[in-house]
């Protein structure tokens, strides 16, 4: 299966199977105007399938949304033909609104205009809590 | 400017010395009378309280300060939909600082953002109520001597419990302290406050629904009220709020020196049987709530 390769923009690589449709929606390539491709179980040296998206275009990516949505993508810049930066993710130490607090007592339920702040307290059980209430995003 | 959201905002160095200043406050109440003149405390409960409002407020006139606010939400522009940073905003303009309780967690983090006067945080939702933990730890150094060394009960609601969370969080910074926390299993202490906390720092604990086991190690016994307004399903709070009743034949077999405590208001959980047994401190705790407050006043207005 031939995908063209892109001028300018990014290969988000090594995305853990069957989350690239996750990260589509979550990083709004949907909304997009340029070439945007997904490719779903490519085969991989490290974890037997992957998933790739490569987006032929220099947009604005959020690196902290997609570190939080999959740690272990990498992040391949390109630019003329060529990759000129390969950038490793890891879990964000912040996140603002990509997630929403669930506690149902948290302040964030019902103040206008407050960011749904998480934070990150527990690196190796990768557990993110609610800015406000110490909630645990699960 | 600095404000009182989590009973972690002060350091142990910090805690020592405004227990340090309510007890002169104890010893010497005529010298103090005068510190806050002119000086306004306005208390913005959103949720109603009783004994911390009235506290807050008994802390400022005694100091002789003056206070404003309101006793529920009904009785301010909430009830218009006002959001909690307009309200600061506008209560800062007319005070000097602020005690706030309101009902949803977090909702002190987010008035500190925008306040322009120093915030207590007078209880927020099942979360933090840190200046009931200063008058816990205020009452057990008067009752003890120490802060260290000592075997602490909590008993009831130790999930939705604010004081327990906040005194677990405090008392985890002093030396050999152990940790028994006794609940249902509905009402278990949260995995965050033992992960957190706990766990962290390496302290003793261990968990039981029998009051009765460990009771003969107990330095302290701190009892909670199963709180009505935390439960969704009333069910579930008629059934566990009777759960632990404390009365006088238990507590033949705790230690001579026990402290009970209890942050009042109680229903059911301490019989009334044990008021009159000379371990019973609770009342004493109510009192020295307003002392350690005037502290707190003091101290975030900057006042020697």
Known sequence: MNIDSIKNGYVID???????MIIYDALGLRELDCQVAIISNAKSKKTGKKDIIKIDENIDLDLDKLGFLDPEVTVNIVKNDEIIEKKKLSLPEKIINVAKCKNPRCITSIERDLDQ???LTDKEKQVYRCK??????K | MKHLI???????????ELIKVANDIIANKEKYSPK?????LATLFFEPSTRTRLSFEAAMLELGGSVLGFSESSSSSVSKGESVSDTIRVVGCYSDIIAMRHPKEGAPLVACQRSTVPIINAGDGGHNHPTQTLT???TISREKGRLNQMTIGLCGDLKFGRTVHSLINAMSRYQGIKFVLISPDELKIPDYVKTNVLDKLGIEYCETKDIEEYLPELDVLYMTRVQKERFFNEA?????KDYYILNKAKLEKAKKDLTILHPLPRVNEIST????????????????????RMALILKMLGIE
């Open chain 2, 236 to 240: 579930d709070y008629i059934r566990l």
């Open chain 2, 36 to 40: 806050c003149n002119g000086k306004k």
């Open chain 1, 117 to 119: 702040i998480f934070i």
């Open chain 2, 273 to 292: 049987d044990v008021d009159d047994d000379p371990r019973a401190k609770y009342f004493e705790q109510a009192l020295c709530g307003k002392y350690i």
């Open chain 2, 6 to 16: 989590d009973i972690q905002d002060l350091s142990v160095e910090e805690i020592d």
């Open chain 1, 14 to 20: 090594h995305i853990k199977a069957g989350n690239a």
């Open chain 2, 136 to 138: 816990d730890l205020l």
């Open chain 1, 132 to 137: 406000y209430c110490e909630s645990s995003l």
